[in-house]
Structure formats: C-alpha cells, structure tokens
C-alpha cells in the first residue's frame, strides 16, 4: 500500500501591498487600472531533498546568472533540449527566493510589481490571454495584451526520486498535486488587517499538459465566475463628485452619453444608443449598477449617474456579460481515496518517461483579476500572502 508523503513544497509570495499610481494628469479616485501592487516575492519552504522524494526547480529558455546560491544549483541540460532545468542540489534544501527571482529578471516577468490585469470572458480549458486595463473614454478600443512586467509566470519543473536508492534515480509517471493555495491578508505598518480584502483579486492560471488549463481563485473555496463588464469610474473628478465615465467631449457624437467597458454582446434588438435613458435633472445618488454589493461606499464599480447625461439604468436588461471562470480550492485540490493515497483531476503535472527525462512541467501565472470587487480604492497600502503546497505520493 502506498502513502501519503507529508513532506511538502510550500512557496510564500509576501508583502504584496497596492499603492496609488497616477496616469497622465487624472487624479481623485484611483480606479482598477491605475494600480499597482509592490510585490516582493519571496519563497520559502521545506527542505527539499532525495528524502523527500519531490525534487523542484525551473525550467528556463535561457541561461540564468544567478546572484546567490549559485554554488547550490544544478543547470542540467540534455542533447537536443535547449532548456535549462535549475534544481537545488541534493541536500541544499529548498527553492529560495533569489533563485526565483533572477530568472524572473533574467527574463523580464515582474519581480517586486504586479498591476491588476484581466482573462477577460475565460471558459476553463482555454489558453489565457492576458490584457492591459480598459482605455479610458474608449470603450470600444479593445484592450492590448498585458506586458510580462506585470504579472508573474513560473515554469516549474519536478522530478520524483526513487525510495532507497543507492544512486540518484527517479520514476516516471507519477503525479504533482497542487495541495494548497491560500491568500489571506497581511497586516500594514500599523500591523492590522481590518478590511483587507485586497488578496481576493489573486488568480492563479495553471498552464498544464496533461489536461484542461484552469483559472484557480485561491480565496474561493468552490468554483465561481467573476464578471468582465460594466459601468466603470475610472476617470474620476474632485472628492464627493464621482460619476460613472461619459463622453464630455462637446465635439463628439457621443456627447454626453455613458461609456460601458469591458466583454460582453448585446441582447436581441438592444445597442448602446437604444439602451441609453434620458438624461437625469440632476446627479444620482450611488448606484450599484454593477452588482458588486454595495450602494453605500464609493468605488470603481459603484458610483453616480451625472445630470444630463444619457445613462444605463439597467444593465441586465440590455447587455449579456462575460464572466472570466474559476475553480475553487475544493474542486482543485486533491483527496485521498480509500487506499489513503492522493487523487484529483487536476494534478499539475506527470512525471514522464526516461525519454522525457523522468520530468514534468507546468506554467502557473500570478496576476491581479482588476475586475475583481475587491479592487477598489480602500484597498490602498493593503498586503497579502500567498502560499502553495505541492505534494506527490509516497514512492515505494
């Protein structure tokens, strides 16, 4: 019978806070696209040696100058391959954070800032394509694909040692759970966490060959969807005279009408003209035409309609939004069967074959959902840690 190894792999990304960011001359409320969040990533973890059985490294298409640790690092490369497989050496313990970080210098990925991006409407199976904030006062513009300086893409690779043996051999065909991800809030300056909600907004988007690609929401514990459109107030104005983005633009034809962005498709018979209501006599109260909660607290997503501009009064009935999927913990992380050994649909990857080189690989990228409720101006100077848990079966 096998069993479960309870040595682990854990990475902690820490001390991720937002800060403001100004764009152009805009100014008053921050909205989603104009943040950034100092991410300082550091990964930490159990040792990882020939006892453990999980040895984990990084696969890289380029040749890495590591800053530290150098001394401790196998770049082994194989005839025909021209990756390089970076490992900690047998014995040195486990993946730190410099290692991961010069191969995300080396390669141009963020290293200490991430800006909240989006999937965009995202079905479970699909490849991701990241993309930049919407275009302020354009709409229709569709978004540009996210530069790599604004999120975060690991290549992990593994290999599985066999059990007692006298040489370094490994064994194919066994799988790499991903058995925990968890991302709570972290405390500020003045060590609290009280209405830091910031961390809901992690998505981590799992790049695997063995089986479907997933967006995984580590703060969900069952699977969900996260809305990619709406009535948005990214260019705001003074405190107290926030609305819901229009066209002031005396000049244009659109003058004086609400702007919707983000994914969605129009409902029979409807277009942005015929769903627009007549100009109010005067400014609105805050109005969550969003759905994110709450009419009381002003935010990206809840706002006022401005007097005498044409405005959406009710999204649902003209527009048929996308939603960006995501599965839950629960559905992700494996269970144990009746012969207490791991299972799940979802490993990350399979060890392959001596032809493979005993190794298996995915990608897993790190990035701020901008659609997410929870990116929003209150979360300012909020952090959050992330850590993962990656487990194999014990190999006899």
């Not at 963020?110 to 354009?138: D, F, H, M, W």
């Not at 992990?156 to 058995?179: C, E, I, Q």
């Not at 709406?230 to 405190?239: M, Q």
């Amino acid at each position: 019978m096998k069993k479960i190894n309870p040595l682990k792999f854990v990475i902690g990304i820490l001390g991720l806070s937002t800060v403001a960011a100004l764009v152009g001359s805009i100014s008053g409320t921050i909205a989603w696209y104009a943040y950034s969040t100092r991410a300082l990533v550091s990964y930490t973890g159990t040792s990882v040696q020939s006892t453990t059985q999980l040895q984990i490294g990084i696969k890289s298409d380029v040749e890495v100058d590591f800053t530290t640790n150098a001394e401790l690092i196998e770049d082994i490369t194989f005839d025909g391959d021209p990756n390089h497989y970076y490992f900690m050496r047998v014995g040195s313990g486990g993946l730190p954070a410099a290692i991961i970080n010069d191969y995300l210098s080396t390669k141009g990925y963020a290293t200490n800032v991430l800006e909240p991006l989006s999937s965009y409407g995202y079905t479970t199976g699909q490849n991701i394509n990241l993309r930049n904030r919407p275009t302020t006062n354009k709409p229709s513009d569709d978004p540009t694909v996210a530069e790599i300086t604004k999120y975060v893409e690991i290549p992990f690779v593994f290999r599985v040692y066999a059990a007692n043996a006298s040489t370094a051999s490994f064994v194919a065909d066994r799988d790499v759970f991903l058995s925990g991800a968890q991302a709570i809030a972290a405390p500020n300056l003045e060590g609290k966490t009280d209405g830091n909600e910031i961390h809901n907004s992690i998505r981590l988007y799992i790049d695997r060959t063995n089986g479907d690609n997933y967006i995984l929401n580590p703060s969900s514990a069952t699977n969900g969807r996260t809305k990619v459109a709406g009535v948005l107030n990214l260019t705001g104005g003074r405190a107290g005279n926030q609305h819901y983005d229009y066209d002031n633009e005396p000049s244009s034809p659109t003058f004086m009408k609400e702007f919707l962005y983000g994914d969605y498709e129009w409902k029979p018979g409807k277009n942005w003209e015929n769903s627009l209501s007549e100009p109010l006599a005067q400014t609105s109260n805050l109005v969550d035409i969003n759905g994110s909660g709450n009419s009381t607290v002003e935010t990206t997503f809840t706002s006022r309609h401005y007097k005498g501009v044409e405005y959406f009064a009710d999204l649902d009935s003209c527009i048929i939004p996308h939603y960006a999927d995501y599965l839950g913990t629960n559905t992700v992380f494996p269970q144990k069967n009746a012969q207490n050994e791991l299972e799940s649909n979802y490993a990350v990857c399979r060890t392959g074959d001596a032809a493979a080189h005993y190794l298996g690989a995915f990608n897993m990228k790190v990035y701020l959902e901008g659609w997410d409720f929870s990116v929003v101006d209150s979360q300012l100077q909020n952090k959050f840690y992330l850590g993962l848990t990656f487990e194999i079966n014990l190999v006899q």
